[in-house]
């Protein structure tokens, strides 16, 4: 994935990854035109992350940006690097991703996320 908004976070974009510090609230990065897995119902995400402190990390994912909790994974990670994974079945019509790197957990730390990957998870052998 590479076109991506940044709300609630200052963020510094470098070729490989986005450095992001929190604001108030949760910082959030949206993906609005997933334009792989057409079709597909499963999907994986993936992606490298480094977290100056540990954390609840959420993944929503939605039709043109109407996220929903219920359309949404949540996992805890550690402080230092982390390769973060994903899974869940969406409506093909889903084509809009968002990730919260830092729930309103009080992580003001930077985060620096790289090499967002989404994968097809119907024709996976």
């Keep these: ?3 991506a908004t940044v709300v609630n976070a200052d963020f510094t974009a ?18 609005d ?3 792989v897995c057409k079709g597909d119902s499963m999907l994986g995400l993936e992606f490298h992350a480094r977290r100056a402190l ?3 990390t959420q993944v929503f994912w939605a039709r043109d ?11 805890f990670y550690p ?6 994974q994903f899974a869940f079945q969406r ?6 991703l968002r990730i919260d790197p830092a729930e309103d957990d009080g992580v003001k730390g930077a985060i ?9 998870l119907d024709h996976a052998g």
Excluded at 14 to 31: M, R, T
Excluded at 65 to 75: C, I, M, N, Y
Excluded at 91 to 96: H, K, L, R, V
């Design 91 to 96: 409506n093909p019509q889903d084509t809009s």
């Design 33 to 35: 035109d997933i334009a």
């Design 1 to 3: 994935l590479t076109r």
């Design 54 to 56: 540990p954390g609840w």
């Design 14 to 31: 470098h070729p490989n990854d986005l450095e992001i510090v929190p604001k108030n609230g949760d910082p959030q990065i949206y993906f």
């Design 79 to 84: 402080d230092g690097d982390s390769i973060m």
């Design 112 to 120: 620096t996320i790289r090499d967002v990957r989404v994968y097809c």
């Design 65 to 75: 940006l109407q996220f929903a909790q219920a359309t949404s994974e949540r996992r």
